[in-house]
């Protein structure tokens, strides 16, 4: 089970779509990092893992006081995102169909990953496919973070 957390593990840090993705969010990458081995042993049923076995399947085994420090930052910056789309949701600033329009741009994001896949015999094309995605990925969040996008409703 320890080998194929580590294999998962390893899967999700090298991933270009997440590395990009990481790139532009509030978690550091041993913040991320600790939140995903955190989360893959209780999700696989490891409850009983002490925070000392945590971190020793960091990629860079730290100690235990290391571990539990990166992953309440994590935590403290995941909670305060979500306070944020809380916030500007409930004030009128995100509407319903912004969020549908994140969806679908995850949805894309989850299909350039299965074409970037289908690249592996040619790393040229793989690195203009990550740079495509980064260039539209920026290019469709800061458009739905321009004013226009960003309005209250309109009250009578």
């Given at each position: 089970m320890d080998e194929e957390l580590k294999v998962?593990?390893?899967?999700?840090?090298?991933?270009?779509?997440?590395?990009?993705?990481?790139k532009y969010s509030n978690l550091t990458k041993t913040q991320f990092e600790s939140i995903l081995i955190d989360l893959?042993?209780?999700?696989?049923?490891?409850?009983?893992?002490?925070?000392?076995?945590?971190a020793?399947?960091?990629?860079?085994a730290v100690s235990r006081g290391s571990f539990n420090r990166s992953l309440s930052q994590a935590r403290k910056n995941i909670i305060a995102s979500?306070?944020?789309?809380?916030?500007?949701?409930?004030?009128?600033?995100?509407?319903?169909?912004?969020?549908?329009e994140y969806e679908i741009l995850a949805e894309r994001l989850r299909d350039y990953m299965t074409l970037?896949?289908?690249?592996?015999?040619?790393?040229?094309?793989?690195?203009?496919?990550?740079k495509n995605i980064e260039r539209e990925l920026f290019e469709v969040v800061e458009k739905l973070a321009k004013?226009?996008?960003?309005?209250?409703p309109k009250t009578m």
């Open positions: 998962w593990l390893g899967s999700a840090l090298n991933d270009p779509v997440a590395s990009i993705l990481l893959a042993t209780e999700n696989l049923s490891i409850n009983g893992l002490k925070y000392e076995e945590k020793k399947i960091r990629s860079k979500i306070y944020t789309v809380l916030l500007l949701s409930y004030i009128g600033l995100l509407r319903g169909s912004v969020f549908e970037y896949t289908s690249y592996a015999e040619d790393p040229r094309a793989q690195t203009n496919l990550l004013p226009k996008e960003l309005k209250p």
